[in-house]
């Protein structure tokens, strides 16, 4: 591979530092995701039992978001599974964008979930050759 390949680094072969501050930004989005983002959904909170309302699925629809961003939040926490994990949550940002721009018409609000969404981005980008040998692991390669 040459270095103008957009791949992203293998575990081995990434400077200290940056590891050091892959782990920090897992963690810290971890607990936002955990307790900021899963709790309130799971939980109840009239916020956002009153968001779920407006978007019009219906509240299973809370729980299902809240119990993917409580796996998500856990999954960075885990080393095997911090990439995979961050792809999920990419997802879900993706959905929770759209849905803020076009259904709750959230304005400038709609940017939380968006940089939430990079920044959980660059972390599958940075773990997606964990991600790939789970993969493999999994399919039986």
Same mark, same amino acid.
């Given at each position: 591979?040459?270095?103008?390949?957009?791949?992203?680094?293998?575990?081995?072969?990434?400077?200290?530092?940056?590891t050091i501050a892959l782990w920090a930004g897992q963690i810290l989005l971890g607990?936002?995701?955990?307790?900021?983002?899963?709790?309130?959904?799971?939980?109840?909170?009239?916020?956002?039992?009153?968001?779920?309302?407006?978007?019009?699925?219906?509240?299973?629809?809370?729980?299902?978001?809240?119990i993917l961003e409580l796996a998500g939040g856990i999954g960075l926490l885990i080393p095997r599974l911090a990439g995979l994990a961050a792809l999920g +949550? %990419? #997802?879900?940002?993706?959905? @929770?964008?759209?849905?803020? *721009?076009?259904? &709750?018409? /959230?304005?400038?609000?709609?940017?939380?979930?968006?940089?939430?969404?990079? +920044? %959980? #981005?660059?972390?599958?980008? @940075?773990?997606?050759?964990? *991600?790939?040998? &789970?993969? /493999?692991?999994?399919?039986?390669?």
């Amino acid at each position: 591979m040459t270095a103008s390949h957009a791949e992203s680094p293998t575990p081995a072969s990434r400077p200290r530092a940056v590891t050091i501050a892959l782990w920090a930004g897992q963690i810290l989005l971890g607990v936002f995701f955990v307790a900021a983002a899963a709790v309130p959904k799971l939980l109840g909170d009239q916020i956002a039992v009153e968001m779920f309302d407006h978007i019009g699925l219906g509240q299973w629809f809370r729980y299902l978001v809240g119990i993917l961003e409580l796996a998500g939040g856990i999954g960075l926490l885990i080393p095997r599974l911090a990439g995979l994990a961050a792809l999920g +949550l %990419v #997802g879900v940002m993706v959905g @929770a964008t759209i849905t803020s *721009v076009f259904v &709750l018409d /959230a304005g400038i609000t709609s940017i939380t979930p968006a940089i939430l969404g990079v +920044l %959980v #981005g660059l972390i599958a980008w @940075a773990r997606w050759s964990e *991600v790939k040998a &789970l993969l /493999a692991l999994v399919r039986g390669r």
